[in-house]
């Protein structure tokens, strides 16, 4: 997979920060191939495979699957694609997760986008979606929403100290949002 030299872009930020919503415009605009980390798990979890009640568990309490699961799942995912481009969508979570990618994968990310929030617009968000998900409720929102700053923000940090990372201000429209992310692929060659 590595020689087929991939294109890879990681899309961080807190739970309902708009990662899937932008991604989807990527993908319309640039062609991306699109792969949430989060959904990939809830996929596993529906389709009742090993250890599902544990993820289940996991995603109510806002915790992190292993990186090994999650990984594996990515994994599939991109080697089965015919795509050379790559929207990794909520994923890495932490430090672990990011160097299990590294590891196993033997890439690391040409950028990483990070869709920059406050948090009550974050909430507001997520509580208003409606979509059934088990874990958008405030009790597992407050929960989401501490482990992104614990686990997540120094994975953005170390990217950012890496050059790689690509700050975007998450509030205003999703076409204004979009006019911002733009650029980042247009200047890319896309
Ligand atoms: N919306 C979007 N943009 C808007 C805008 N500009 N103005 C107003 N409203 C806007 O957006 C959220 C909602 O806001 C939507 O209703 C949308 O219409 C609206 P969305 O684009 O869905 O935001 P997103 O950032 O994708 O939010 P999401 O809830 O998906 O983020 P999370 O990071 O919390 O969820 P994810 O699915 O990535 O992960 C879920 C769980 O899986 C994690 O908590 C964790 O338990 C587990 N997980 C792992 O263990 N490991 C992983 O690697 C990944 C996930
Ligand atoms: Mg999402």
Redesign the pocket.
């Known amino acids: 997979f590595k020689e087929r030299n991939p294109f890879i872009t990681f899309v961080l930020?807190?739970?309902?920060?708009?990662?899937?919503?932008?991604c989807q415009k990527i993908v319309e605009t640039f062609g991306f191939k699109h792969l949430?980390?989060?959904?990939l798990?809830?996929r596993e979890i529906d389709s009742n495979s090993e250890h599902w009640s544990q993820m289940l568990n996991?995603?109510k309490?806002?915790?992190?699957?292993p990186s090994e699961v999650?990984v594996r799942l990515i994994q599939q995912e991109m080697e089965s694609s015919d795509s050379n481009k790559f929207l990794i969508?909520?994923?890495?979570?932490t430090e672990e997760?990011r160097i299990a990618f590294e590891q196993l994968i033997g890439l690391e990310p040409n950028v990483v986008l990070f869709?920059d929030c406050p948090e009550e617009e974050m909430v507001k968000?997520?509580l208003?979606?409606n979509?059934g998900?088990v874990?958008?409720n405030i009790d597992t929102v407050k929960k989401?929403l501490k482990?992104?700053e614990i686990l997540n923000l120094p994975v953005i940090d170390y990217y950012s100290k890496r050059g790689k990372l690509r700050k975007i201000n998450?509030?205003?429209?999703?076409d204004?949002?979009f006019e911002k992310v733009r650029p980042i692929f247009s200047a890319c060659g896309y």
Do not use: C, W, Y
């Not at 930020?13 to 932008?22: E, L, M």
């Not at 309490?61 to 699957?65: A, D, F, M, S």
């Open positions: 930020g807190g739970p309902g920060s708009g990662k899937g919503t932008q949430s980390a989060g959904e798990l809830r996991t995603i309490e806002g915790r992190i699957v999650t969508d909520g994923f890495p979570r997760n869709f968000r997520v208003n979606r979509q998900r874990d958008d989401r482990v992104f998450a509030v205003g429209t999703e204004e949002i």
